[in-house]
Structure formats: structure tokens, C-alpha cells
């Protein structure tokens, strides 16, 4: 399905929404990927519009030691374990690039009730191959720590998986968004022009 007229991360606030309508007051995790901290791009902006909806926000950072390059090469498990933090039955999550990876390796081992939702926001699976270095190149441990995912234990831990690409992203082909959203048993919501979802600010939400 290509989304051609919303905003990506407006799509995102109306599905959050929607789901804590859905199960009673919520929270909402938002995990990073690599690069990043817990105010990166729209976070701050994500979390002041749920707010309005009355809806508690866990953002946190990774311990830039932990998440640089170098270290990740070294103790890739020090994303799992940072995404392991948000996993709770009570709460939504949200995981941007390496930060929906590490939610994925957390969820193998997370022993508790299911997740209400898990948003992947151009993520990806499996290592992959680009004409320039790129992001799937840099984390490779944290995909291959482990033989492939066991993608049926993670989808008897989350109630509801969305998975979101676009057309245009620098990072992350649509193609191994598409294959993710596959191994999930889910149709992938593909955009064509919110590159790797960054952005501050999105005027389009106020015309709603």
C-alpha cells in the first residue's frame, strides 16, 4: 500500500491514537537508532501532540559510549538490552532505523504479557548491500548475533505490528522494509518521499 497524501509521522500520531482509544490510557516508547538520542528529529514533537491526548511518553538515550559505532562492533548486545528498558504490557513502542532492530532482538527474550503495538519506522532485517556505505553495513552484529530472528515468538508478543518505509529513504531500501513487514506476517505502509523519516516540525498535522 503506497501512502501518497499524509504526512508519515502524522500517520503515526492517529495510529498511536487510535490504539490507546482502543486499550485504555497507555504508554508510549520511542527508541532511537544509531547516531541518535532521545531528542532526535521529531521525538519532541511526537511526544508534545500525545500529550494533548493525555498519553505518557518514554524516550531515553543510549549511553553514547554504548551506542557508538566502535562500541556496538564489539557489544552489539548493549542495543538489545537498551531496548529491552521499554518492553511492558501496558505500553505501545515505537522504533526508528536500529532502534526497531533492537526492539526485535529484545522481543525474542521478553517473557512478559504482549506488547499493545510495535511501530517499525524504516527498519529493516537482514544485512544488505548499497552503493555507499550505509547503515546496514555499520551494524551488522546487531543483525547476526543470532541465526536469523524467530519471528513467531515475536508476533505472540505484540497485539498489533505496523511496519512503515519510503520510496525515497537514503538508508534503508524499500525492499528490505517490504521483506520485514513480510517476516512479520504484516503489509508494509510504503511512502514515497518521507526519505528516512526525519524532520522537526510538520505543519500538515495543524491543518487537521
Not at 103 to 122: D, H, M, N, Q, T
Not at 151 to 178: F, N, R, Y
Amino acid at each position: 500500500m503506497i501512502k501518497r497524501d499524509l504526512e508519515g509521522f502524522f500517520d503515526i500520531v492517529c495510529f498511536i491514537v487510535i490504539s490507546l482509544l482502543m486499550n485504555g490510557k497507555l504508554k508510549v516508547g520511542l527508541v532511537h537508532g544509531m547516531g541518535a538520542d532521545k531528542d532526535w528529529e521529531c521525538f519532541p514533537w511526537l511526544e508534545a501532540e500525545l500529550s494533548v491526548v493525555d498519553v505518557s511518553v518514554d524516550r531515553r538515550s543510549i549511553d553514547p559510549e554504548k551506542g557508538r559505532r566502535g562500541s556496538l562492533l564489539k557489544n552489539p548486545d548493549e542495543w538489545e538490552n537498551f531496548a529491552a528498558q521499554y518492553l511492558d504490557s501496558r505500553v505501545g513502542v515505537v522504533g526508528h532505523s536500529v532502534g526497531g532492530i533492537a526492539l526485535l532482538r529484545a522481543l525474542e527474550s521478553y517473557e512478559g504479557a504482549p506488547l499493545k503495538f510495535l511501530l517499525l519506522v524504516a527498519s529493516y532485517a537482514r544485512v544488505f548491500e548499497t552503493e555507499k556505505k550505509g547503515l546496514a553495513k555499520r551494524i551488522i552484529p546487531i543483525l547476526e548475533m543470532r541465526d536469523g530472528f524467530d519471528w513467531e515468538a515475536i508476533e505472540s508478543k505484540v497485539d498489533t505490528i505496523v511496519v512503515m518505509g519510503s520510496m525515497d529513504d537514503p538508508h534503508v531500501p524499500v525492499e528490505e522494509v517490504e521483506f520485514l513487514a513480510g517476516k512479520l506476517g504484516v503489509s508494509p505502509t510504503i511512502y514515497q518521499d518521507k526519505g528516512h523519516f526525519g524532520g522537526i516540525e510538520f505543519p500538515e498535522l495543524k491543518k487537521q
